[in-house]
């Protein structure tokens, strides 16, 4: 299972966004969409925002948008460290980067708490080494996923990858609450559900027994004090379109689909939710 889609969607080829006029704009009222709702027009309009309108528009605290071009990368700083240092740098005419400056300014503290985070492991080890956390929080900054749980059966479930008892025997309690999406946080699993098709996977950070608004700050505290993302395996995988409502056809043989519902491997053991 790779970090946003089953295999059989993508393989393990680098993923390739339609251009803008070939997106069906219908795709942005898919609930992965639902918190970016106010940037609808910026992702549905026909042409691309300029760099340093879309700055502008999404006035990000503290942060600039800047067009990723060979005078800005001549610094020399990893792209965290410039970061740091205020600028995003952003790539004109380029999905990935539009999203990822979306997630900024509806995320602000969760981006800059993982941004920090970054900066640390980077100072901390010779350059061009990459550690497990570094790995984790990249995984999370692309494909995250941030659930809360009310009901402990439902963890249960999930840490059995028993997709049938999560999602079929347990689609009251996602359509009560008792479990939830809190946040879509990874902007690449955004690109690549503008492919409609595509089944994709969420890495996932864990609350139990919060609102949405309280598994936010709570996420973003236990980023800040490194009590998570230290390894990929802390990350949950869910299969996102098993979410009821998340998928047009969600009969019998959909959840059949072992290369997308994958079991679970020996031995693999997930972190307690934060609480």
């Known amino acids: 299972m790779t970090g946003a889609a089953a295999p059989g969607a993508v393989g393990r080829r680098r993923f390739i966004a339609p251009a803008r006029?070939?997106?069906?704009?219908?795709?942005?009222?898919?609930?992965?969409?639902?918190?970016?709702?106010?940037?609808?027009?910026?992702?549905?309009?026909?042409?691309?925002p300029d760099i340093g309108a879309l700055d502008q528009r999404l006035r990000v605290p503290g942060k600039q948008l800047v067009e990723q071009n060979d005078a800005l990368l001549a610094d020399g700083l990893h792209y965290e460290q410039r970061i740091a240092r205020g600028q995003i740098a952003t790539r004109p005419c380029n999905w990935h980067d539009l999203f990822n400056a979306l997630v900024w300014a509806r995320y602000p503290a969760l981006k800059s708490v993982l941004n920090a985070r970054q900066c640390q492991d980077i100072k901390r080890n010779p350059r061009g080494q990459r550690t497990r956390a570094q790995a984790a929080l990249t995984q999370f900054d692309e494909t995250g996923v941030i659930v809360r749980v009310r009901d402990a059966s439902l963890l249960q479930a999930w840490d059995r990858h028993d997709w049938s008892a999560l999602f079929v025997e347990g689609a009251t309690h996602w359509r009560n609450g008792s479990i939830a999406v809190s946040a879509v946080f990874g902007h690449a699993l955004m690109e690549q559900a503008l492919l409609p098709s595509r089944l994709l996977v969420g890495k996932c950070l864990v609350v139990q027994g919060a609102d949405d608004t309280q598994a936010l700050e709570q996420v973003a505290q236990a980023i800040a004090r490194a009590d998570v993302l230290n390894d990929p395996l802390e990350l949950r995988p869910l299969p996102l379109m098993g979410i009821p409502g998340w998928q047009g056809d969600q009969g019998e043989a959909f959840y059949q689909q072992v290369e997308y519902?994958?079991?679970?491997?020996?031995?693999?053991?997930?972190?307690?939710?934060?609480?």
């Open 261 to 275: 519902f994958r079991p679970a491997r020996a031995g693999r053991e997930y972190p307690a939710p934060a609480r």
């Open 21 to 48: 006029a070939g997106v069906d704009r219908a795709c942005f009222a898919h609930p992965l969409f639902a918190a970016f709702g106010a940037y609808q027009d910026l992702m549905g309009a026909a042409e691309w």
